[in-house]
């Protein structure tokens, strides 16, 4: 069992700055595609980032690129997200979510279907 613990969300005004973690209780980690999600009411759970087991290969959705960043400290079990430039779009509940593709497939998958364990998700509000 992997458990994810989000934090670092919050209000933020449009233009701010904030940065997500995401901790997880596994000694396995290293071994786990990251992804952070997030889910607007009314909308799909989306991947907008997604970092390989050694954080050497990234993952951008189209809307965040150049904004945001995701990384990740193996020795600390943690991911993160740094969030700048935030818009009034771009708020939505947070989660992140960890999966293990299998060999010989792309290191990360687009459908939150793929992603076993799950955080229980950080609110991120952005006022414009």
């Known amino acids: 069992q992997v458990q994810l613990v989000e934090s670092g969300g919050g209000l933020v005004q449009a233009g701010g700055s904030l940065r997500l973690s995401c901790a997880a209780s596994?000694?396995?980690?290293?071994?786990?595609?990251m992804g952070w999600f997030r889910q607007a009411p009314g909308k799909e759970r989306e991947l907008i980032a997604a970092v390989s087991w050694s954080g050497d290969s990234t993952y951008y959705r189209d809307s965040v690129k150049g904004r945001f960043t995701i990384s990740r400290d193996n020795a600390k079990n943690t991911v993160y997200l740094q969030m700048n430039s935030l818009k009034p779009e771009d708020a939505a509940i947070y989660y992140c979510?960890?999966?293990?593709?299998?060999?010989?497939?792309?290191?990360?998958?687009?459908?939150?279907?793929?992603?076993?364990?799950w955080g229980q998700g950080t609110q991120v509000t952005v006022s414009s």
């Open positions: 979510a960890a999966d293990r593709p299998p060999d010989g497939t792309r290191w990360y998958r687009i459908s939150a279907n793929h992603y076993d364990y």
């Open positions: 596994t000694r396995t980690f290293s071994r786990y595609t």
